[in-house]
């Protein structure tokens, strides 16, 4: 996305490739890479490839949301299908990043690296030799490995052992250091371990070695590292350290009390490999070029006249990360899947009233049941889903098209049909919400509306939980609005406190978004638009619940 043309493949008819199965893919996030990233990977290949013949090693670049011209650079820059790219258009986070790399990956063995060279690369054909000979799950870099060359502030140090006497006593991990991001892990980790995951900024690698502990990949192995600190790539201050407790509070939380990751490999308990289908490409064909899968069909007309077995539905404007594609394939392996789709998120550089909106629909306030669809969430099922972009089952979308159904139908009409969608959170569409305050609430009415009718149907069935928290607070202030006009004492300081709760959750929903979008307008556009899109969310469920149709 935002790549030059002559870095795109947009012939019509089928992009193939030939289909490698590398020994190693090397996983390399960056983010605003600066004028240095073509030398910097193309170091990390000559490093990593230590010993490998050249169809045996893969580098995937995940460009995470960069905006200096780093997605540009590297598709220029790529010469053959050994190096891959993908990019997206917003800023996730480095553990999101690696996430999506991962999955993507081909090799036998998958290595994790940074993009500035702070670590060695040198050091991979090592660890890769270490974890063949000695059938090792996971070999990962250590700053207290007595091999190790270690030069970074002596602050650091101690926030660092700090941090690995706190892990070692909540996940009971042996390891002396998490957070080296040098690693090489197997692929049956990367296809049971990553799908899992859900932290997408600071505390990934300690989220990977926790939940492949607790599911049994306990085969691990500390390695020297080499590590020159530049202070170019991962600066920790003091809000990333409070992220990180907080994400590793999170961890913990999830696997030992919830048991979240038990449960979410249940729902991927089926094999989820499937070699490449060929899939139509319904939409853009600039944008559909960008796409990191080897067996596309551009230029379809139609679903009918389509040759693959799936379609990509792409809508206008849409612009897909580089594996949109290739992360939903896989789902496709259990015959009841009918459907994939994937978070819609707004791009960074979206007008101040459409990054309000999107604001609004990624806060838990505003967003509700839709809060995932606009920011990534879990991966699970789903009945009901707006699928503006999505792959889908040839058969399925023309039997659907057939019925008449459009295309913001289309899940419920497979639910209906006892045919499964799944909602896969390792990739994203961008696409700018509309703008508030008119389009974006003349849109939360028109959703509403239809929940409140599918809500009618279901006899309830379809109430979401999430919108109907995301409600109570703005219920309590309407109570509470009462209490103060109509009633007195004791009841008049409840409502009061109760009016003074949600303006709380309120400015603090609107500094989140400020802060998220980097942007004081947003922050103060987000405040009213909360309100005013929860009035408009109440009143089209009303209209939907009650109406005869």
Not at 29 to 57: H, K, S, W
Not at 239 to 258: M, N
Not at 287 to 316: F, H, I, M, W
Not at 429 to 438: A, D, T
């Amino acid at each position: 996305m935002g790549a030059s043309s002559s870095a795109l493949q947009s012939a019509r008819g089928e992009r193939s490739e030939t289909i490698v199965r590398p020994v190693l893919t090397v996983v390399v996030p960056v983010f605003n890479g600066g004028a240095t990233i073509v030398e910097n990977v193309e170091l990390i290949r000559n490093a990593a490839g230590g010993g490998l013949a050249p169809e045996d090693l893969e580098v995937i670049v995940v460009s995470d949301g960069s905006i200096d011209g780093t997605a540009e650079r590297l598709l220029e820059a790529r010469s053959d299908v050994s190096m891959r790219v993908i990019h997206y258009d917003r800023n996730l986070g480095k553990g999101y990043a690696v996430k999506v790399g991962a999955l993507a990956a081909r090799g036998a063995w998958v290595a994790l690296v940074d993009s500035d060279l702070d670590l060695d690369p040198a050091a991979i054909p090592g660890y890769l030799r270490k974890a063949r000979e000695e059938e090792l799950d996971l070999v990962i870099g250590s700053k207290r490995h007595p091999e190790s060359v270690v030069h970074y502030p002596r602050s650091r140090r101690l926030a660092s052992w700090c941090y690995q006497q706190l892990n070692r006593l909540l996940f009971s991990l042996t390891v002396r250091d998490t957070q080296v991001g040098l690693k090489v892990f197997r692929r049956e980790l990367a296809e049971e371990v990553v799908p899992l995951l859900l932290v997408k900024q600071f505390a990934f690698d300690l989220e990977l070695l926790a939940v492949a502990h607790a599911l049994g990949y306990r085969r691990i192995v500390e390695s020297p590292v080499r590590l020159e600190y530049r202070f170019t790539g991962s600066f920790v201050g003091s809000r990333a350290v409070t992220r990180a407790l907080i994400d590793t509070a999170a961890v913990f939380y999830r696997l030992r009390v919830l048991h979240t990751y038990q449960r979410k490999r249940r729902l991927l308990a089926a094999p989820i490999s499937v070699e490449e289908p060929l899939v139509s490409v319904l939409g853009d064909e600039e944008q559909a070029a960008r796409l990191d899968y080897p067996r596309l069909e551009l230029g379809s007309a139609d679903a009918r006249t389509a040759r693959g077995t799936l379609v990509a539905l792409l809508a206008p404007g849409a612009r897909p990360a580089g594996n949109w594609v290739s992360a939903a394939v896989p789902y496709f392996a259990r015959d009841d899947v009918a459907a994939v789709v994937v978070p819609e998120v707004a791009p960074a550089r979206a007008s101040t009233r459409e990054r309000a909106a999107a604001a609004v629909l990624e806060s838990r306030l505003g967003g509700g049941s839709r809060r995932s669809q606009s920011f990534p969430g879990n991966v699970r099922e789903i009945e009901d889903h707006p699928a503006a972009n999505v792959v889908v089952r040839r058969a399925d979308y023309i039997g659907a098209a057939e019925a008449g159904v459009a295309r913001v139908e289309l899940v419920s009409w497979l639910a209906e049909r006892g045919r499964r969608t799944i909602y896969a959170p390792d990739s994203v569409v961008v696409v700018s919400p509309e703008p508030v305050f008119g389009p974006h609430l003349r849109e939360t009415f028109r959703h509403a509306a239809a929940r409140g009718g599918a809500c009618r149907r279901t006899h309830g069935r379809s109430v979401s939980p999430a919108t109907t928290l995301s409600l109570l607070p703005a219920a309590g202030a309407v109570a509470g609005l009462v209490l103060v006009v109509f009633g007195s004492g004791d009841a008049q300081d409840a409502g009061g406190l109760l009016f003074v709760v949600y303006a709380a959750l309120l400015t603090a929903s609107a500094l989140l978004a400020a802060l998220r979008f980097r942007s004081f307008p947003v922050g103060l556009l987000a405040a009213p638009a909360l309100v005013l899109t929860q009035g408009a969310y109440v009143a089209g469920f009303l209209r939907g619940l009650l109406s005869a149709r």
